[in-house]
């Protein structure tokens, strides 16, 4: 009987273990001197069997961080910001160049490669990621 118990708990602890949101493949785009804008880039995967929103996002190294896409307009690609990002039931968004992306504002000094940077992403399901190291890549776009 105990052993039934030990296996049943074992079984939940992995169900519950098994997280609703999972952040791969994230990087922050590197600064030439003096330019005062980046963009951090990932995947979000939803685990869930609901939509879950992207709302809002913090980072210590921007006062201002906000989600974007990218829009062509009369042959014109321009950033515009979104107040959610929304990713599908068991599906994965991709934010990526020339797509949508983190936009950091303002940023308070140079990101240069090799650097790390945290980032924190809030949900519409009060589920809040915090990511202590997100690595600094200089990439050519
Ligand atoms: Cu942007």
Same mark, same amino acid.
Request: hydrophobic share 45%; charged share 25%.
């Given at each position: 009987?105990?052993?039934?118990?030990?296996?049943? /708990?074992? /079984?939940?602890?992995?169900?519950?273990?098994? #997280?609703?949101?999972? &952040? +791969?493949?994230?990087?922050?785009?590197? +600064?030439?001197?003096?330019?005062?804008?980046?963009?951090? /880039?990932?995947?979000? +995967?939803?685990? =869930?069997?609901?939509?879950?929103?992207? &709302?809002?996002?913090?980072? =210590?190294? =921007?006062?201002?961080?906000?989600?974007?896409?990218?829009?062509? %307009?009369?042959?014109?690609?321009? *950033?515009?910001? *979104?107040?959610?990002?929304?990713? %599908?039931?068991?599906?994965?968004?991709?934010?990526?160049?020339?797509?949508?992306?983190?936009?950091?504002?303002?940023?308070?000094?140079?990101?240069? #490669?090799?650097? =790390? &940077? #945290?980032?924190?992403? &809030?949900?519409?399901? #009060?589920?809040?990621?915090?990511? %202590?190291?997100?690595?600094?890549?200089?990439?050519?776009?």
């Amino acid at each position: 009987m105990k052993k039934v118990i030990l296996v049943i /708990f074992i /079984f939940l602890n992995i169900l519950l273990a098994q #997280d609703d949101i999972v &952040i +791969t493949e994230a990087y922050a785009r590197a +600064t030439p001197p003096n330019v005062k804008n980046s963009a951090i /880039f990932m995947k979000i +995967t939803n685990n =869930s069997q609901k939509a879950i929103a992207l &709302i809002d996002a913090k980072s =210590s190294v =921007s006062k201002i961080v906000e989600i974007h896409t990218n829009v062509k %307009e009369n042959g014109i690609t321009k *950033m515009i910001k *979104m107040q959610k990002l929304e990713i %599908e039931p068991n599906s994965t968004s991709i934010l990526a160049p020339k797509q949508n992306h983190i936009m950091l504002i303002d940023i308070a000094k140079q990101l240069v #490669d090799g650097d =790390s &940077i #945290d980032l924190t992403l &809030i949900f519409d399901n #009060d589920k809040t990621i915090k990511i %202590e190291k997100i690595p600094v890549v200089k990439k050519i776009l």
